[in-house]
Each structure stands twice: as C-alpha cells, then as structure tokens.
C-alpha cells in the first residue's frame, strides 16, 4: 500500500512538473523561470508538510502564485508604458504650443514690417510727386466729362485708392460768355462732375477737394476778339494732386 502511494504520487508529480513545463513554454523566458522557480518552492513546502502528494499540490499551488506575480509584472510593465505615452505626449503639446506662439510672433513681426515698408513707400510717393497738375476741358454749356478724359481719371483714382495720404483738388471754370452766375454754376457743376466720377472709381471723399470759379481765371490773351481756341481753354476743370494736410504739417 505504502509503495503504491509512493509510485501515485511519483506519477503526479511528473505530470504536474509537465504541466507546469508546458505552461511555461507558453510564457516568455521571464515568467517561464518565475513558473519554475515557484512551482520548485511549492514542490518543496509541500513535500515538507505533506509528503509526496503535498508535494505535488504545493508545486501546483506555486505556478498559481507565480502567474499572479507575472500578472502584476504585466499590469506595473503596462502602467510604465502609458505613463511614458502620457509623458511623450505632453511633450509633444507643449512644443506646439511653443511652436504656435513663435509663429503668432514672426506673424507679427512681418505685419509691422509690411505696415514700415507700407509708410516708407508712401513717403517716397510723397516726395516723389510734386503738385501735379492736369486739365479736363469740356464742352460749351456742359459739364459732362468726355469719353478721352475716362483713362485719365480712372489712373487718378488709381493712385489716390493706393495712397489715402494723397489729396486732389478740383476746380472748375468757364469762359466769359454769358451771364458771369450762369459760368459760376456751370464751373461748379464741371467740378462735381469730377468729384463724382472719382467717388464712383472708390475713392474717399475725404481726398477730394473740389469748387468752382466761374469766369474769373480766364486764360484768354488780351485780344479784343478772343478765337474759338481761346475759349476752348476756359471750358475746364484743373486737377492738383498734393499731400493730405496731416502729411503738410508732418512734414514742417
């Protein structure tokens, strides 16, 4: 009987030490020497306390325990990895933070380049054209611009929509024929049919300054019978263009 017993649990413990090598070979190197290395520690303890069965059952009870180690070496091996998954990311948003705040300052930084560059430009406008002046000559009686005069005064407003700190002064006349209050009605009307067409092309009217003069800047020669020529000259708007008065007294 007592060999029996003997050879019983001879056979377990081969069978337990095979389970326990099988199941090792399905952990890595690590958790496969803990298995043993418990699954040893357990065969001993219970052979001590309980003989070759006691054995066998504190060999089995040793992996067991061993799993749970290898567990928690799992769950401390993966809380590890997050934490430096969560350490690399805030890494990463705080260099785009900084990397948006560099941004933001060069954006910045361009902005007032371009607004010094902008002033520079316009300086050098400023004094690069004097007190420019041109004629628009109009019919007898009508203050309606001609088509010839179009190009002229769409390149005016070209210039002036490009650099607000330039002005332009209109003034309207007539020739001497007819009542004197009629030529000063229709040289105003001639004005503000320059101002107009400058408002339309989107310029402010704030740099526009416009009157009329009626008869009284007459360009005609002192001959007692003036030619057709003559008063062709009269029939017209002259156009100045100057800096604004912020620029003039800037620039005193």
Do not use: C, W
Request: charged content about 25%; aromatic content about 6%; glycine content about 6%.
């Amino acid at each position: 009987m007592k060999k029996t017993l003997i050879a019983t649990s001879l056979i377990l413990s081969l069978n337990a030490f095979s389970v326990a090598n099988v199941h090792a070979a399905e952990k890595t190197k690590e958790e496969s020497k803990k298995e043993l290395i418990g699954f040893g520690s357990g065969a001993l303890a219970g052979g001590a306390i309980g003989g070759p069965i006691g054995a066998v059952l504190g060999g089995i009870f040793g992996i067991l325990i061993a799993d749970d180690v290898n567990d928690e070496d799992k769950k401390l091996a993966q809380l590890e990895a997050l934490n430096a998954a969560e350490y690399a990311l805030s890494q990463r948003d705080n260099e785009i933070i900084a990397l948006q705040g560099d941004i933001e300052k060069l954006h910045h930084a361009k902005k007032q380049q371009y607004a010094k560059l902008k002033a520079a430009q316009s300086a050098e406008v400023l004094e690069a054209i004097p007190n420019i002046e041109t004629n628009i000559q109009f019919r007898t009686a009508s203050f309606v611009i001609e088509n010839e005069y179009e190009s002229q005064l769409n390149t005016l407003a070209s210039l002036l929509k490009q650099y607000p700190d330039l002005r332009v002064s209109v003034n309207g006349f007539a020739d001497q024929r007819g009542d004197s209050k009629y030529n000063k009605v229709l040289s105003e009307q001639r004005a503000n049919a320059i101002a107009d067409y400058l408002n339309a092309k989107g310029v402010e009217t704030s740099q526009i300054d416009y009157s009329g003069f009626g008869e009284t800047q007459t360009q005609l020669s002192a001959s007692a019978t003036p030619s057709a020529e003559e008063y062709f000259f009269d029939r017209r708007a002259t156009l100045k263009i100057i800096p604004s008065q912020q620029n003039m007294t800037a620039a005193k």
